[in-house]
C-alpha cells in the first residue's frame, strides 16, 4: 500500500487571469527561469509555462473547486499528484530560490566545463 504525503505531492494553486479569464495552475516551489522570482505555470492553452509569482497573483483571483476542476484533471492525467493550496507561503519562497540556486549553479559548472 501506498501511502500519500505532502512530501509526494506537488503543490498547486489555481486562479483566474482578471482580464483574459484564463484558468492557471501555479506550482509556487519549481522555479521556471534563472529569475528567482519566477515559477511554473501551466494552462489548458500553451501548457507549461513561466510566470512571474508577484505579478500573476496581483494579476488572477482565487478559484472554487468547481472552476479550476477541468485544469486539475489534465494534470493529473499526465502524471501530477498534488498538494491544492490557497495561498503562496515563504516556505515555497525558500524552497524555490533553493532549488533555482542548485540549477544555476549546476549550469555554471557545465559552462566552466565548456
Given at each position: 500500500?501506498?501511502?500519500?504525503?505532502?512530501?509526494?505531492?506537488t503543490k498547486v494553486i489555481f486562479r483566474r487571469h482578471?482580464?483574459?479569464?484564463?484558468i492557471m495552475a501555479i506550482f509556487p516551489q519549481l522555479p521556471g527561469s534563472p529569475a528567482t522570482n519566477?515559477?511554473?505555470?501551466?494552462?489548458?492553452?500553451?501548457q507549461h509555462g513561466t510566470c512571474f509569482v508577484n505579478l500573476i497573483v496581483k494579476a488572477s483571483v482565487?478559484?472554487?473547486?468547481d472552476e479550476y476542476a477541468p485544469l486539475k484533471k489534465e494534470?493529473?492525467?499526465?502524471g501530477y499528484k498534488l498538494n491544492i493550496m490557497k495561498r503562496i507561503?515563504?516556505?515555497?519562497?525558500?524552497?524555490r530560490h533553493k532549488e533555482n540556486k542548485a540549477i544555476n549553479e549546476a549550469v555554471e559548472a557545465i559552462h566552466a566545463d565548456a
Open positions: 500500500m501506498i501511502i500519500m504525503t505532502t512530501e509526494n505531492l482578471k482580464t483574459s479569464e484564463e519566477s515559477c511554473i505555470c501551466y494552462a489548458h492553452i500553451g482565487p478559484l472554487s473547486e494534470l493529473e492525467d499526465i507561503t515563504m516556505k515555497d519562497h525558500v524552497i
